[in-house]
């Protein structure tokens, strides 16, 4: 009788408690694989490197360590490599994340911890511990930590993150090769930092320290050339702000002049997408600098001592203007439909009905691990650059010609999305939207009131 008691008991033990048992042991292991598992689609799938070219992208995607071979440094150890995965996560999947964690950051508030620029708030955050975990082990920080620490505190944008990212790459200024195009590369960055602060002369110093380095051979690098066209545009805009409008269009215009000799033949659809990139950015960065141009020289015209006449200022900014419009579409296209334009450096084709609603990605960039950052930046900011274009042709013929400002003016509306909720959604600001709504709305009621 006992022992089938017993028996009875062992069978209600293992009908009660084994199926909880084994379905907790199956959770425990699906946790573990799950874990395993994410962590080596991140090290090998979405932190892998990108291809190496002649045209140098993979150099300038972000490195968490691994360098050529991409993902994260063995020699760092494994807690140190996790963590370095999650601050990748934080940055590009926050909206996913649940930000429950008690610490806060070091430099913003754990209230604060929520809105677009969360991700960078996390992952500042994860790689402050990642460093401090290697310091208290008396292991060597890498340098591309502390730069991609820097870059995230730029992102964060508050005045103790700037300030200290400016102090963190001065330091690695002043420990790089002199006249190295590393030390440019750095520069850079430091006269960045200073033109949001408003220091004007660091501004420029270290933006004239960028344009000197040693180059390799006889001409510049791709990379080199990358790095050269967009210090002129920040030199471009700090001459542009001074009240020396003559230097700033001397200037503007010998930089552009540099600019386009970096644009050899234009490229074909057997071009490699690497070669088309950078031509595209290269002309884009070009049209900028003849937006600054053709402001300067409308601009001038309106001082004590214009040094071009309004009669000729006038026609000079609007073409200008327009050929940056049009050229801003022809950039746009590329990426957003993969070929090249057939009608591309035809000033005189900008047809508002042409202007894309949306900033999809072509499928080839898309997959490209080097070249989908670059690409989608390019979407974006030829969408900007085509819209301040049309916007200042509107502004300069609204008291020459309403029909051609008022068409400009379309043009830039039609570029910021129609509507401040479609233009959110393209990445433009509410007030640029609401600002050429309002010059539409002005001029109309002002042909109306002629009629």
Known sequence: MRAQMAQDFRKVTTLVFLPPL????????????GFIG???????????????????????????????????????GMIPRIGLRSAWLFQNWAGLISQSSSSESSYIPRLLLSGPDRGY????????WVMRYLKERNKPVPTVLIIRHAELLERLGTPRALQDARLVYTRLYQAAPP????????????????????????ALDYYTRATTFNMDLAQYSPIQQ???????IQLSDFYSRQEDLERAYHFQGNSLRQVMAFLSNLPSDEDTLERRTHWFYISH????????????????????KPFIPIDEAVPLSVQGLKDAGNASLDTFQTFREGGIPSASLDANRQQINRIPFDNTLSKPYAKS??????????????????????????????????ETAMNAHQAALRWAGMTVADGKKLGVPENEVITVQNRIDSLQSRINAKQ
């Open 121 to 128: 708030q996390l992952a500042e955050r994860q790689l402050t």
């Open 285 to 304: 960065r070009a049209q900028v600098l003849l937006l600054h141009l053709s402001e300067v020289a409308y601009a001038q015209s309106y001082g004590a």
């Open 179 to 202: 006249n190295s195009f590393e030390a440019a590369q750095l520069a850079l960055k430091i006269g960045n930092l200073a033109a949001r602060n408003d220091a004007d002369d660091a």
């Open 226 to 232: 990358r790095h050269l066209t967009n210090t002129l």
């Open 22 to 33: 084994m379905a907790l042991g199956y959770i425990a292991a699906c946790s573990v694989f």
């Open 38 to 76: 994410v962590q080596l689609w991140l090290e090998n799938v979405e932190m892998a490197p990108g291809d190496v070219t002649p045209y140098g992208w993979e150099q300038e995607m972000e490195d968490w360590s691994g360098g050529p071979k991409g993902g994260t440094d063995p020699s760092l």
């Open 369 to 402: 691990r080097s070249l989908r950052q670059p690409a989608a930046s390019l979407l974006r900011d030829s969408r900007r650059s085509a819209i301040h274009a049309w916007s200042l042709v509107g502004l300069i013929m609204e008291n020459v010609n309403a």
